[in-house]
């Protein structure tokens, strides 16, 4: 009897353990990082000759390549957007800004049992209305967000206060941190994210990086040969930006190789995307094309981003993809990979990186309105497009194929039986949502 009773006790200690190890241990990690500002037109996976990043390109040779990401033409618009899965017009308020009343992916996450971080760059307290937002100075807004532990910059102090890069002002856990002339935003943010990594490599973790590079100004990195002179590191200048991405792609090669030293790196996602297109001042060769960056403007140089997965115990082979993915579909393929079900504008691409059924979008969809100064606010629009064709709200109609720039709009009377069609669908595509004022 002794024996069936101790028998029975382990028995269902043994069922106690394993329900409770079950949905954990075996979940999968996800590291999110977005640049910011730089298009597809700067990675050397896409073709890119101007530039090296290897460790970028290393994700793509073992994952999947998306040829088509569509981000909205500048910074807070995309944030708001791949952080809540809406479109602009239903919780975009103002540049700078997202309302708590939202619900992110960092909140899907942490309800989902995942450990949470955030680092780099914020900008989403509302400090440029600090007259009518009133809670711009509270430093806890992250961690309302779902983001357990942050690092960041532009979170309760002004860009005039303090700088992202050489001698940064940056905010960590509710406390400014000690400035250094020798210190390197970049530098600060990423270790932060590896040692996250360490502390929380036996439960599921979710870390979502915002770079600060490669955004203006464009400065020496502490690899770059004129960074031991002081007064170089405060000069703007375009040359600079080679070195910029060259530090980018050193960062995500020192997250991947936290990773595997962790024997983490099978069973963690990680997504690498840009938030906009890259400044106008830059020029990039990507094989025999010149490519002007477009931030700011809704041609495809503004919005055309990298997208890169990397999973290996999903993904055994690189894969390019050539399906249109926008940056409402973030949210709802975190919220199907946790099996949280979410009210969304996007579409889940999560059967891609499980060799799922997957229904490619037919087209995507942007509303821009950034509220953000002259130079952006010149560019407000509203567009709908699919692969070869892009409709604006005033009814404009261009070939992606042969006009990228945008710079010959189709007349009606040319279009051919195919394009008809198209536009016949491109329209009632647009008409789905409100119209453009």
């Known amino acids: 009897m002794k024996a069936i009773v101790l028998n029975t006790l382990f028995a269902l200690f043994f069922v106690m353990t394993s329900c409770s190890n079950q949905g954990s241990d075996d979940r999968p990690n996800v590291v999110l990082i977005m640049v910011d500002d730089i298009g597809y037109e700067c990675i050397g996976a896409y073709g890119s000759t101007s530039y090296s990043t290897p460790n970028i390109d290393r994700l793509a040779s073992r994952g999947i390549l998306f040829s088509n990401c569509v ?131 036996d439960k599921p973790f979710f870390v979502y990086y915002p770079m600060v590079l490669v955004h203006d100004p464009f400065v020496p990195t502490p690899d770059s040969s004129t960074w031991s002179n002081l007064e170089n590191r405060y000069k703007n200048d375009t040359s600079y930006f080679k070195d910029m991405v060259a530090y980018t792609d050193k960062i995500v090669g020192k997250i991947i190789n936290k990773l595997e030293a962790l024997d983490l790196d099978d069973n963690t996602i990680i997504i690498f995307t840009g938030d906009n297109g890259t400044h106008p001042t830059i020029e990039s060769q990507l094989g025999e094309e010149r490519i002007t960056g477009g931030k700011g403007n809704t041609t495809d140089a503004g919005t055309h981003v990298p997208l890169i997965v990397y999973w290996p115990d999903q993904i055994k082979r690189p894969v390019v993809i050539d399906d249109l993915i926008e940056f409402s579909d973030f949210f709802p393929t975190l919220a199907e990979l946790t099996s949280t079900k979410v009210e969304a504008d996007g579409k889940s691409f999560y059967p891609l990186l499980t060799g799922g059924t997957y229904q490619a979008r037919k087209t995507a969809f942007v509303h821009y309105d950034p509220r953000w100064g002259k130079n952006v606010n010149r560019y407000r629009n509203q567009f709908v497009r699919s692969l070869g064709y892009k409709l604006y709200a005033d009814s404009s109609l261009y070939d992606l194929t042969n006009d990228k720039l945008e710079l010959n709009p189709l007349t009606i009377d040319s279009l051919n039986t195919d394009e008809q069609i198209i536009r016949t669908e491109l329209v009632k595509e647009l008409k789905r949502h409100p119209a453009w004022k």
């Open 71 to 201: 981000s909205q033409p500048l910074c807070t618009p995309s944030r708001v957007k791949i952080m809540t899965g809406k479109y602009n017009y239903r919780n975009y308020d103002y540049f700078g800004h997202l309302n708590l009343s939202e619900y992110t992916f960092g909140n899907l996450m942490q309800d989902s049992g995942y450990e949470t971080c955030i680092a780099g760059k914020w900008q989403l307290n509302g400090l440029a209305y600090k007259d009518i937002i009133t809670d711009w100075s509270d430093s806890s807004r992250p961690v309302k967000f779902g983001f357990q532990e942050y690092c960041l910059w532009q979170l309760t102090k002004e860009r005039k206060h303090g700088g992202r890069y050489s001698n940064p002002l940056i905010e960590q856990n509710g406390e400014v941190l000690g400035r250094n002339v020798d210190d390197y935003g970049p530098d600060i943010f990423s270790e932060f994210v590896v040692d996250f990594i360490e502390r929380k490599k």
